[in-house]
């Protein structure tokens, strides 16, 4: 059985799930060019026209069934092609490009922070609504994407920190991520992975 919908709040929480999937991609792009990888850059990735981000599931399909069953809203875009051997320092700015992705939804949520403490978003009405779910949905993509599971960006940061052997013995889990992910998230499992430094982060930024 479905819940009570709230159109207006659906229609909120998509758009800004688009707009900050949207610049989470553009993050890893935008970084790649400036440390010496422009693949992405040459590929009109340096955008925050969602439209070249989109990806039918992980963008669309999968959060319009979160938001209309009131399960927690993930999600993803396609991602960012990055040619490391390009960079200045391959390993490091490997993990520097892929942590800009979370980075920049933590940067999202400390601005909807910042207008929530302020009050700019006190008025009641669609910008209370807007501010709120800039400020959770951020968080949790940010939390969420951090997930030590190729192709995350968590698994690909670790991948990038073990040694060569055991990165190639982990790079297997890119061909299964998305089937772990499912599971994951249709045993439960995902969310308590997710819950607790999700609301650790939530209390510091409310």
């Known amino acids: 059985m479905l819940p009570d919908l709230n159109v207006a709040a659906l229609v909120i929480a998509f758009l800004v799930l688009i707009f900050s999937l949207s610049v989470h991609e553009a993050a890893h792009a935008w970084s790649a060019s400036q440390l010496g990888d422009d693949t992405a850059k040459r590929l009109g990735r340096v955008t925050l026209n969602p ?23 993930i999600g993803w875009a396609k991602p960012t092609p990055v040619n490391t051997r390009n ?11 892929t942590a800009a992705g979370p980075i920049s939804n933590l940067l999202i949520a400390l601005v909807a922070s910042a207008a ?16 709120d779910e800039a400020l959770t949905l951020n968080v949790l993509l940010a939390v969420f994407n951090m997930l030590p599971i190729p192709p995350l960006d968590g698994g ?16 297997f889990l890119y061909e299964y ?7 994951l998230l249709f045993t439960g499992v ?11 982060i939530l209390s510091w930024l409310r």
């Open 51 to 73: 439209v070249v981000h989109a990806d039918p599931i992980g963008t669309v399909l999968l959060p319009l069934i979160a938001m209309l069953s009131g399960a927690p809203v």
């Open 87 to 97: 960079l200045g320092h391959p390993r490091r700015d490997h993990i520097l490009v």
């Open 116 to 131: 929530m403490r302020s009050g700019a978003s006190s008025s009641g009405g669609w910008m209370d609504t807007l501010v």
């Open 156 to 171: 690909q940061i670790l991948m990038a920190l073990l040694p060569r052997r055991a990165a190639m013995r982990m790079g």
């Open 177 to 183: 991520g998305f089937l772990i992910l499912m599971g």
């Open 190 to 200: 995902l969310g308590y992975l997710i819950t607790p430094p999700y609301y650790v």
